[in-house]
């Protein structure tokens, strides 16, 4: 009897398995088909305009970001449906010049933030750029000490040894005739600079006349760590099941990141001397006459700064003389410039640059031809929702302002694609476009604190090229070096053969 008992419910038991199986497979079926009709009709996005396939799924924003060309995608979707775009079931993209201050911009007393999406941050919660509204506070408090202008002057006497040797290296390849591939010696120089600077000794790049290994691995992470911030986003619950097996494909990655960070930061407390570097602002002691950051502060802020402090200015850089060199008669203007404030090259400093208009007139339009971060980095309305572009978003809509696609829409700027410094000096032409649409050091309470650093950086060592010698391409496709790169939060950016000619004038 038990014997029959038992071959009745493992019958039975077999017999139940496809039903499961169908249940399942009709509950994922209908969720799904929930998700479309309420993405479609009742979510509150639903009036916002945008692609069907946009609206009821993450997938194809996150694929366009992972394959490297939503910077294309996100101007497209603006172009054919306006300022105000979803580009996800909670998602939208703004274009209008108006949405950095109404997202970003100085809050009043009482009013919240729109904080940035923490998924993005991971590897450095501790930084200024991922910490919540009260700590960022304190964070910005200790950092800006180092961005002063009084702490720019002491930092010349370091900043200058490596530009320095930079162009000590520009002229051993001048006088064996090679060109050179700028991307990789830009790069050199402010990696060079950042780390005496954030560390208190260089990267060794302009020495080695090389990558340091460290340098080389921080920018393989970028494609793998966006393909796991995507995740975030679209699928938070998803990935926290699998985030763990897809880190252990960066694992030794990000550990020995880590392991270098904590290292040269534990270098650089150890030699216990003052010095006018970021370090040394950041280890100050306050009032109460203890360490106003922790020690894994200290470490994810050095972190930020290595990347924030270096890639954005070499890139910039790289951008700026590829147009120099398709636009002959701006570099001649330049030359012009610098030639009629300086009689020698060593009047050339990080202070004295600042007086050359027409070269803050290149790097603005060089800036927003090829910004150095095309990307956005997302925030999300606080409670209680916002109306902001004439849209009202409801709290948890995650809002992105591409800084390329803002720069490059016809509705900001007259000829968006074409590389003219006078549109920053008043020319009528360009009388009616949004220059408050150009913000690419952003806005508000969280605007980068190296903002004047960067300009000083990209003046002095512009102004020493240009004193120095003539530039153009060695191949003629790269033309149009800053059209059509592919990027993963900073440009994947190809190599820039340049011709080095002294002066004829010399």
């Known amino acids: 009897m038990v014997a029959i008992t038992d071959t009745l419910m493992l019958s039975t038991d077999k017999a139940a398995m496809p039903r499961l199986a169908v249940l399942l497979a009709c509950l994922v079926v209908g969720y799904m088909m929930w998700s479309v009709i309420y993405n479609l009709f009742f979510s509150p996005l639903r009036k916002v305009p945008g692609p069907i396939l946009w609206a009821i799924s993450p997938i194809p924003q996150g694929l366009s970001q992972c394959f490297g060309s939503p910077h294309i995608k996100i101007r ?28 970003i911009g100085h809050r009043k007393a009482g009013q919240p933030e729109n904080l940035k999406e923490a998924s993005v941050f991971q590897a450095v919660p501790n930084s200024i750029i991922a910490a ?14 180092g961005f002063s202008a009084q702490s720019m002057i002491k930092q010349e006497s370091l900043i200058s040894v490596y530009i320095d040797l930079f162009f000590d290296r520009l002229r051993e390849h001048h006088l064996k005739g090679k060109p050179v591939d700028v991307v990789k010696w830009f790069n050199y120089v402010t990696f060079d600079v950042i780390g005496d600077l954030a560390f208190g000794e ?22 793998e760590v966006q393909v ?5 986003i679209a699928y938070p619950t998803l990935s926290a099941a699998i985030s763990p097996i897809l880190q252990k494909f960066a694992a030794k990655k990000i550990r020995t990141h880590n392991e270098l960070v904590e290292l040269k930061v534990a270098k650089r407390l150890a030699l216990q001397s003052e ?19 922790s020690l894994r502060e200290l470490q994810d802020n050095a972190s930020v700064l290595i990347v924030a402090g270096s890639e954005t200015t ?5 951008g700026i003389t590829s147009l120099l060199c398709a636009y ?31 070269m803050t007139a290149v790097i603005d339009e060089g800036l927003r031809v090829y910004p150095a971060a095309p990307a956005s980095m997302p925030r999300l309305i606080h409670q209680g929702g916002a109306t902001i572009c004439d849209t009202y978003l409801p709290q948890g809509t995650l809002v992105d302002i591409w800084h390329w696609s803002m720069y490059h829409s016809e509705n900001n700027f007259t000829l968006p694609e074409s590389f003219i410094p006078e549109r920053w000096l008043g020319d009528p032409r360009f009388e009616n476009d949004h220059k408050d649409a150009f913000q690419p050091f952003s806005v508000g309470g969280r ?33 149009d070096w800053v059209k059509g790169q592919k990027m993963w939060v900073l440009w994947d950016k190809p190599a820039l053969q340049i011709h080095l000619e002294r002066r004829k004038d010399q």
Not at 83 to 103: E, F, I, M, Y
Not at 208 to 220: G, R
Not at 314 to 318: D, P, R, V
């Open 76 to 103: 497209e979707l603006h172009q054919k449906y306006g300022d105000v775009v979803r580009t996800g079931p909670k998602s939208v993209s703004l274009l209008n010049h108006d949405a950095w201050r109404q997202v």
């Open 132 to 145: 919540d509204s009260e700590n960022h506070s304190r964070i910005r408090r200790v950092l800006a000490n």
């Open 202 to 223: 260089p990267f060794g790049c302009l020495e080695n006349s090389d990558y340091h290994s460290w340098v080389a691995m921080i920018f393989q992470q970028f494609k």
């Open 228 to 232: 796991l911030a995507q995740l975030q």
């Open 275 to 293: 010095r006018p570097d970021f370090m040394d602002a950041m280890i100050a002691p306050g009032p109460d006459g203890k360490q106003k950051l």
């Open 314 to 318: 070499a890139t910039s850089l790289c």
């Open 328 to 358: 002959p008669e701006v570099q001649t203007k330049l030359r012009e410039e610098v030639l009629s404030e300086f009689s020698s090259e060593s009047e050339i400093t990080l202070l004295s640059v600042q007086k050359l208009k027409y």
């Open 447 to 479: 605007n980068c604190l190296g903002r004047n650093l960067a300009y000083a950086e990209m003046r002095l060592i512009l102004a020493r090229l240009v004193w120095n010698y003539d530039l153009s391409l060695v191949n003629e496709a790269d033309r």
